[in-house]
């Protein structure tokens, strides 16, 4: 059980959900690469629950803390460690539930594989809380991609039934500055005040509620991927579905474009500015598994929260009995929000990987 993730640039996870410290730990960062500790803590910051009214009351501070690799604010080419300290740990509610696995969560299948005195308080090793570390590797990515051009922004597409409206050929920068204006990640202020509200009915009722989170990236040089099973989707695709509660991947039109016929589809190309452009993005800035200098489209669908207040059905694992249990404890009612810059990072992460494999970066 390694929890990695990359090739060139190497990410390993570690810690747990309860334990003393989640982190990562970075593997194949060229000597030289700035690492911006204020950027990082600034990621950080927008991952945690603080100061969300809508949140978990899970208070962690999430005070960066680099181990090692870093020598006047660049690393130094060896590996680099860092990590948080988890201080707002309340184990209790999950002992009351170790033989009854709750809905909705992995403790049924890692007990089997992992045996009856696995730590999955919290979660464990499949707690949101290790994404952690997957937002520290994902800020550190973003610093070595910005040199040639390449941003990477993500934010909330819809939660529950409010959709946002996009408007068309908006700066990723702008994006940015608008989905950060709110507590929901939204770039529209009606859409995130609707979609406030369906949260906090969902809380009321002792329920959560699911959503979409967007990803874009800009500025990806043409060529990026490593066909036939490394093209951009695979690699972005494995990384999104590394972050606990994604269930759903799609890029460009996605599964709309099994309803379309290839003259709507297809991206006619035109000559802009001096460069190859295409009128429409259908493909999301991918074709053959190869970047096309248009921007990247994702679209990933989070479920809703698993921990609800309500009464649900399960088993005791010992006696064999059906048994019916309530989740108590400190969760998000959405987790969509905070998944916006961990979906990011992760984007971010993978691209720098690529870049690494083929050349583009150092």
């Known amino acids: 059980m390694t929890m990695e993730l990359g090739r060139r640039l190497r990410m390993r996870l570690h810690g747990t959900s309860h334990g003393p ?82 809905p909705g969560h992995a403790d049924y299948p890692a007990r089997v594989r992992y045996g009856p005195d696995a730590d999955l308080s919290g979660g464990g090793i499949f707690s949101g809380r290790m994404t952690v570390g997957l937002v520290i590797a994902g800020a550190i990515a ?115 474009a099994a309803k379309m016929r290839g003259s709507e589809h297809n991206d006619p190309f035109v000559m802009q500015g001096g460069q190859v452009r295409t009128t429409t993005n259908h493909a999301g800035g991918i074709l053959g598994g190869l970047a096309t200098g248009m921007p990247i489209v994702a679209r990933v669908a989070v479920k809703p929260t698993s921990s609800i207040a309500q009464r649900q059905r399960t088993v005791n694992v010992v006696t064999g009995q059906e048994a019916e249990i309530l989740v108590t404890g400190r969760h998000d009612p959405c987790i969509v929000p905070r998944a916006v810059v961990v979906l990011e990072a992760v984007t971010a992460f993978s691209l720098a990987d690529l870049a690494l494999e083929g050349g583009f970066l150092p």
């Open 142 to 256: 973003k610093g070595m991609l910005a040199p040639k051009g390449v941003s990477v922004v993500a934010f909330t597409r819809s939660i529950g039934p409010v959709e946002v409206d996009v408007p068309e050929g908006i700066a990723l920068s702008e994006l940015s500055s608008r989905s950060r204006a709110n507590e929901v990640g939204a770039p529209e202020p009606g859409a995130a005040e609707r979609m406030e509200q369906v949260i906090s009915e969902a809380r009321r009722a002792g329920d959560s509620v699911g959503g979409v989170v967007e990803v874009r990236a800009d500025g990806v040089p043409v060529g990026l991927g490593e066909p036939f099973f490394d093209p951009v989707e695979s690699v972005l695709a494995h990384a999104y579905f590394s972050v606990p509660a994604v269930k759903g991947v799609e890029f460009g039109a996605g599964f709309r």
């Open 21 to 102: 410290e989640v982190g990562v730990t970075l593997e194949g960062l060229p000597r030289g690469t700035p690492i911006d500790l204020r950027g990082i803590q600034a990621d950080l910051d927008r991952r945690r629950p603080f100061g969300r009214r809508l949140a978990t009351r899970r208070q962690e501070e999430d005070v960066l803390v680099v181990d090692r690799g870093v020598v006047e604010g660049a690393s130094d080419g060896s590996t680099f460690r860092a990590h948080v300290a988890n201080t707002d740990v309340r184990s209790e509610p999950y002992e009351r539930l170790r033989d009854t696995p709750r």
